[in-house]
């Protein structure tokens, strides 16, 4: 087997009992009122605070860069703005994900390039291929609620507990026989968290950019996100444009249209979700599923997967509005 499939800090690993980024899943993590915490639900016994200080321009950053992804990024000096985190769990989830990804590429006899599937233990899931996937716009549109429906089936309903930094739950789908692993990126959408989370869009092999349909305002600010897209992130990143709280239809502000509009304009899928009623959410993730595992494993000779599509034949298959 390839030494993709190795893990190389073993004994570190199994401090991580979970696949979330803190240790602990969203349904542990309740409160006594219900209420599910958005950040930080460290366990104490296992979590460490380590601050790199010194003058500007020493490599605290480089650092960090290299202990949590194994890699030196050179090029131009950027100062930092502000603070930027990386908790020690979320270096052990990379490590795991990076370390382990199950797609290699190999030359057949004929010199092609041929992609060989490994299957990969996760730290509790079977998984042959691992993509990156990022929630991003506003604060309050709805992401962690869109996370924790697609992972756990469930709504994160009363007070709206905004997120701070930035999270991960892994979740594996089936597609095409192969098991998909999406490590699902839930981002802070407060303005004060941008500079922490710039530095995560790079590595993302998709973007979930999502508004809220009763807000004007962060309908008018996917411009915006989609900016800062096009400047942080891969070129060939997957996006798609999701319009959530389609069950609030009294408070609806922004129609159907004008989403679909916007989405053609930048040539990115579209729907609208409700992280309530659960309405387009597993649809969406494995919209994103099929489209990263196409891409990787497609050899020239195989037809391109049209993620538009797909969407549109299984919003017929449902038969119904609410796929919209
Ligand atoms: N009715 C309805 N309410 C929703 C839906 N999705 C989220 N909400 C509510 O909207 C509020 C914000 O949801 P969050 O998921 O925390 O928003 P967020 O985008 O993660 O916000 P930040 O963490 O600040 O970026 C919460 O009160 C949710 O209960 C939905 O589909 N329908």
Redesign the pocket.
């Known amino acids: 087997m390839d030494d993709t499939c190795e893990s190389p800090r073993q004994e570190e690993v199994k401090l991580v009992s979970s696949d979330s980024a803190y240790g602990s899943s969203a349904m542990d993590t309740d409160t006594e009122d219900g209420q599910t915490p958005?950040a930080f639900p460290y366990n104490e016994d296992i979590t460490h605070k380590t601050i790199l200080v010194g003058d500007s321009g020493v490599g605290k950053t480089s650092l960090l860069v290299q202990y949590d992804q194994g890699k030196f990024i050179p090029g131009s000096f950027t100062a930092t703005v502000g603070i930027g985190f990386t908790p020690a769990p979320i270096f052990l989830g990379i490590a795991m994900s990076t370390r382990k990804t199950s797609l290699t590429d190999k030359q057949t006899k004929n010199g092609t390039s041929k992609y060989v599937l490994e299957r990969c233990a996760s730290i509790n899931e079977y998984y042959d291929i691992a993509f990156k996937v990022m929630l991003l716009?506003?604060?309050?549109?709805?992401?962690?609620?869109?996370l924790v429906r697609f992972k756990d089936g469930a709504?994160?309903?009363?007070?709206?507990?905004?997120?701070v930094g930035i999270d991960f739950r892994n979740k594996v789908v089936d597609v095409d026989n192969l098991k998909v692993k999406l490590q699902i990126w839930?981002?802070?959408?407060?303005e004060r968290f941008r500079s922490v989370t710039h530095a995560y869009y790079r590595d993302a092999q998709a973007l979930l950019l999502?508004y809220d349909i009763t807000s004007k305002p962060s309908f008018d600010n996917i411009r915006a996100w989609l900016t800062e897209i096009h400047e942080y992130a891969q070129k060939d990143v997957v996006i798609m444009l999701l319009g959530?709280?389609?069950?609030?239809a009294a408070e609806r502000v922004v129609k159907t249209e004008d989403g679909e509009r916007l989405a053609k304009e930048y040539g990115v899928p579209f729907m609208e979700?409700?992280?309530?009623?659960g309405v387009n959410v597993e649809l969406a993730f494995l919209a994103i599923a099929k489209e990263l595992k196409h891409r990787a494993t497609q050899q020239p000779s195989d037809p391109k997967f049209q993620i538009h599509d797909y969407i549109e034949s299984q919003k017929q298959k449902s038969g119904c509005c609410g796929l919209v």
């Open positions: 958005t716009g506003d604060s309050s549109v709805g992401k962690t609620c869109v709504f994160l309903g009363g007070n709206f507990i905004a997120t839930d981002t802070a959408g407060q999502l959530n709280k389609s069950d609030m979700t409700s992280a309530k009623t």
